[in-house]
């Protein structure tokens, strides 16, 4: 059965960088494509972007000019950098895999991130 | 960016009673449409794809229809584990956006 886990800080300063990782498990990482969301009580849900195994990417423009999402075959997991966050950047952030067509299923637990000094 | 508008916000409803959600989008996205559920403290889980395609065990009282830019999701008879929050998504434009959702809420 596939399960995703996200983790990382739950806490960051304005201006640094939010960092997480999402492990698979149930199933290799081979195959699809591996997306983060996010959820604030302002924004609702947002899609931040997805990653292919070979590497390929995707990213919403809002978020464009600050993401990388990156893999790392040999450990099953995926990660998400965020540079220059800033209070409105304070969530829940989910990982999910992502279907040929673009739905999500199944997501990881969430993991909060707080932006804080 | 295609904007998702979810309708009502909250729905009070009695359980055995039929709940019947609204979602539309800003322009069309022909079926490429899902829905989700999510319960406090829980991720979004899948229930349709396709605008009316169930995931794996989502249960046969969860039904979706619609396309292009309206779309329903329909509880046939509510169960005690059905109040949740209920979201729309869309995956035919990037990028892919979610509704606001609708609560609901036990009557």
């Known amino acids: 059965q596939l399960q995703l886990q996200a983790s990382g800080p739950g806490l960051v300063k304005p201006s640094e960088t939010l960092s997480l990782t999402c492990g698979v498990s149930g199933d290799s990482i081979n195959s699809l494509y591996w997306s983060w969301i996010r959820q604030s009580p302002g924004k609702g849900l947002e899609w931040i972007g997805y990653?292919?195994?070979?590497?390929?990417?995707n990213y919403n423009p809002s978020f464009k000019s600050r993401v990388t999402i990156s893999v790392d075959r040999a450990k099953n997991e995926f990660s998400l950098r965020l540079t220059s966050v800033t209070a409105e950047d304070t969530a829940v952030y989910y990982c999910?895999?992502?279907?040929?067509?673009?739905?999500?299923?199944?997501w990881g637990q969430g993991t909060l991130v707080t932006v804080s000094s | 960016e295609i904007v998702m508008t979810q309708s009502p916000a909250t729905l009070s409803v009695s359980p055995g009673e039929r709940a019947t959600l609204s979602c539309w989008a800003s322009?069309?996205?022909?079926?490429?449409l899902a829905w989700y559920q999510q319960k406090p403290g829980q991720a979004p889980r899948l229930l349709i794809y396709?605008?009316?395609t169930r995931a794996t065990a989502v249960p046969v009282r969860f039904s979706g229809s619609g396309s292009g830019t309206e779309f329903t999701l329909t509880i046939s008879s509510l169960q005690s584990e059905d109040f949740a929050v209920y979201y729309c998504q869309q995956y035919s434009n990037w990028p892919l956006t979610f509704g606001g959702g609708t609560k609901v809420e036990i009557k």
């Open positions: 322009q069309s996205v022909t079926s490429n």
């Open positions: 999910a895999r992502t279907g040929m067509r673009n739905w999500f299923d199944p």
């Open positions: 990653i292919f195994f070979s590497g390929h990417t």
């Open positions: 396709g605008a009316s």
